[in-house]
């Protein structure tokens, strides 16, 4: 009797999951979109929404003469058309994608360590300066973090389950999104064949 009123009074580990995520993601959300318009635009910003306000299809030859592939220039063109082109709309598709970056960084830490380690890391990351400086941005690096975390995650899902094809697709959709979003994708893709 003693045993089972112990298992009822010890809270459910799903509950402080989901607990736990939602507290990580509003707290990222937060820390992400506090004075997210307070700096002002700055050139590579203003690059960035003058590119995006072309036509999808000049957007791909402007950039075929630039430094940076086109696929952020074209989810922005997206975005701005849906949310508009005030600062925090712009911005907002960073801080966005940084915060998918961090949920996706859960799923790998829940695959490859504790608990504990995965919250603590989810914490640490929704805190993390750099993260939350670039989240603010109207540049391409939060983006490509998510495409990277989740081709990670794929891969890690692919390791485990080598005979699930969803997993390569899966993989191979993600680093291509992530080499059109930017050409540092290499590294990563480095890092993972080495892994």
């Known amino acids: 009797m003693k045993a089972l009123r112990a298992d009822l009074l010890k809270p459910p580990s799903r509950f ?17 979109f506090h004075g997210i318009t307070v700096p002002a635009v700055w050139l590579d910003e203003a ?11 000049d957007i791909w030859s402007v950039t ?22 005030g600062v925090l709309a ?11 970056t961090i949920l996706l960084s859960i799923r790998l830490m ?19 300066p750099i993260s939350v400086r670039y ?6 690096y939060s983006l490509l973090g998510f495409w990277l975390m989740g081709a990670t995650v794929a891969l890690m ?3 485990k389950e080598r005979e699930k094809v969803r997993f390569q697709v899966t993989y191979v959709l993600l680093m291509t999104a992530a080499f059109y979003t930017h050409y540092l994708a290499a590294l990563c893709v480095l890092v993972h064949w080495f892994y």
């Open 110 to 128: 829940s695959l490859v360590a504790s608990r504990r380690a995965t919250w603590i890391a989810a914490l640490l990351l929704a805190l993390l």
């Open 16 to 32: 402080i999951d989901c607990s736990a995520l939602v507290v990580v993601t509003v707290f990222a959300l937060v820390i992400r």
């Open 64 to 85: 075929a003469r630039d430094v940076h592939p086109p696929l952020y220039y074209l989810v922005l063109h997206y975005w701005i058309t849906m949310f508009g082109d």
């Open 47 to 57: 690059f960035s929404i003058l590119l995006a306000r072309y036509e999808p299809w």
């Open 135 to 140: 989240s603010q941005e109207v540049r391409m």
């Open 90 to 100: 712009v911005r907002s598709l960073s801080a966005i994608a940084d915060v998918g």
């Open 157 to 159: 899902y692919w390791v």
